[in-house]
């Protein structure tokens, strides 16, 4: 009889826990496998690392040890601690161990015996990792630990001999390389071939502003989203935002092919709203609100995004500009009291509460600067609500817009404002949920909103004149309607009041 050996699939991952980047490899790392880390001087790549292993044994069970070459000890639990990272006590749990190379003079790769071989080092590694059960390990840098090695082949041989064992151990690991201004040495592309993974960290700025990029560059065998994507490092850590939204897997939520598009229907209940409309708005329908100041466009999105709210649909409800304290308030005094809806498994959640508690509200501007990356951070909030029905708007367009097109952000331009708002729109198509967006019309070129008014399944227009407020739906694909214009109002305690 012949024994087949099964091989452990190739696509076996392990999830980092770093903030987005298990969706920019969409998994993780390849467990067991190896990834090279390389980027500047500064960039972040010590800060990855020790989230790599501080996520690993508090989050997933996965001990881990970093080999220090730059840094003392106390460097790197300093560090940690910066992010409020008790390393010393993971390290007393036995859960995390630390060995420092600085002092280790490694011309020998095959010595076993004395501090001049890597071998012993290697041994050593290999006994640590047998002590406390270690499933990553990190070596921060590569380089700084084959300093002394002269001899290229040597090097490469060096590297292999590493990766070998590590892999042996069946550790996941992170090795790092510094790049310089003339890129990466001979010692790191030799790395990069024997490598199963590569991923690479930048540097962008322009004037004032800096913005910190990674790539994957190679994941063998796996599939992983393309390209330079923006990342933080914040109080809490790294935070990754895949400009792409690819990760929500279609397939698997069963998506794709909605089973009551067209026949389920909701409505949306503003008194008299509904009787400009022959029935029903299916589920999966996008309407922009289109008003310039003084109509009162905000109000309008947050009566429907309420009305939802009224019927037990999740709600997210984005305000580029307004604070979520201030946006809360005003619905109250206009009679949608947000706080029955807000408790911690809420229905309703602000956009930038959202934010502020998962990342930290400084990036709020750099992420209304980049439509791409809210765009990632609503999707984040489907896919771990994964709401039976829901709604979402976003208040204004008009300020995205704005944001998008500033000089400093030259590469984040009107396109990306397109694509993020044609992914909202397919989003909610797909997934059965309303969409609800604000824009100014008046601010913006013919061309532009004729795009966007293309993209929406209904399109309402607000006027003011005379202070006096009006409304028409100027658009409903699907139903059929009444394109008169309407006086409307806001009553205090009463909402949006048609008439
Ligand atoms: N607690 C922190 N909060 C915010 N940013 C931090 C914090 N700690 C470090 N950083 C940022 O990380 C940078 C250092 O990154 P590091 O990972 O050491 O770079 P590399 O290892 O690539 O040389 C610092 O220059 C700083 O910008
Ligand atoms: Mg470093």
Redesign the pocket.
């Known amino acids: 009889m012949i024994m087949v050996k099964m091989k452990q699939p190739d696509s076996e991952r392990t999830p980092t826990g770093i903030y987005g980047f298990d969706d920019l490899t969409l998994g993780g790392l390849r467990k067991g496998r190896d990834v090279l880390l390389y980027?500047?001087?500064?960039?972040?790549?010590?800060?990855?690392?020790?989230d790599y292993l501080y996520k690993g044994a508090t989050e997933y069970g996965e001990n881990g040890i970093y080999v220090t070459d730059e840094e003392l000890t106390g460097d790197i639990r300093k560090?940690a601690g910066?992010?409020g990272w008790d390393l010393k006590k993971l390290e007393d749990e036995g859960k995390i161990a630390v060995i420092e190379t600085r002092d280790l003079w490694i011309t020998d790769i095959s010595d076993l015996s004395t501090e001049y071989g890597l071998g012993n080092l290697l041994k050593d590694i290999t006994g640590m990792a047998k002590e406390i059960g270690a499933k990553r390990v990190v070596i921060?840098?590569i380089w700084g630990l084959l300093r002394e090695l002269r001899e290229p082949t040597a090097v490469r041989r060096g590297i292999f001999k590493i990766m070998d064992t590590l892999e042996k151990l069946g550790c996941t690991s992170i090795l790092?390389s510094?790049v310089g201004e003339s890129g990466l040495s001979h010692e790191s592309r030799t790395a990069v071939f024997l490598a199963d993974g590569v991923i690479s960290?930048h540097r962008k700025s322009w004037g004032a502003h800096h913005v910190r990029e990674m790539e994957v560059e190679k994941m063998r065998s796996c599939e992983h989203i393309f390209g330079r994507h923006p990342f933080f490092?914040?109080?809490k850590g790294i935070f990754v935002f895949p400009l792409s939204t690819r990760f929500i897997k279609y397939k698997k939520y069963g998506l794709g092919e909605k089973k009551g598009r067209g026949i389920e229907r909701t409505s949306i209940d503003i008194p008299k709203f509904m009787n400009l409309l022959s029935g029903k708005l299916p589920r999966g329908y996008n309407i922009l609100l289109s008003g310039g100041v003084g109509t009162n466009a905000s109000s309008f999105a947050q009566g429907i995004l309420y009305d939802g709210l009224k019927k037990g649909e999740s709600c997210l409800l984005v305000n580029t500009h307004q604070p979520s304290n201030a946006v809360r308030e005003f619905m109250a005094e206009i009679g949608m009291d947000t706080e029955p809806y807000e408790s911690d498994d809420g229905k309703l959640l602000f956009f930038d509460d959202y934010v502020g508690k998962q990342i930290g509200r400084e990036l709020l501007i750099d992420i209304f600067s980049n439509p791409l990356m809210m765009g990632y951070i609503m999707d984040r909030w489907w896919r771990d609500k994964k709401p039976e029905h829901f709604r979402w708007s976003v208040n204004s367009l008009t300020v995205l817009i704005g944001m998008s097109k500033r000089e400093d952000h030259a590469d984040v331009d009107v396109a990306s404002l397109e694509r993020f708002l044609y992914d909202r729109v397919r989003k909610i198509r797909d997934l059965g949920g309303l969409g609800v967006y604000t824009i100014n019309e008046a601010a913006h070129s013919k061309n532009l909103i004729n795009q966007i008014r293309n993209m929406m399944d209904m399109v309402i227009d607000l006027e003011v004149t005379d202070n006096k407020t009006s409304m028409r739906i100027a658009k409903s694909r699907g139903i059929i309607s009444n394109h008169d214009w309407h006086p409307y109002e806001i009553v205090k305690g009463k909402g949006i009041v048609l008439s």
């Open positions: 980027g500047e001087c500064g960039v972040g790549k010590t800060v990855f690392c020790i560090n910066s992010f921060d840098t790092t510094e960290m490092i914040t109080p």
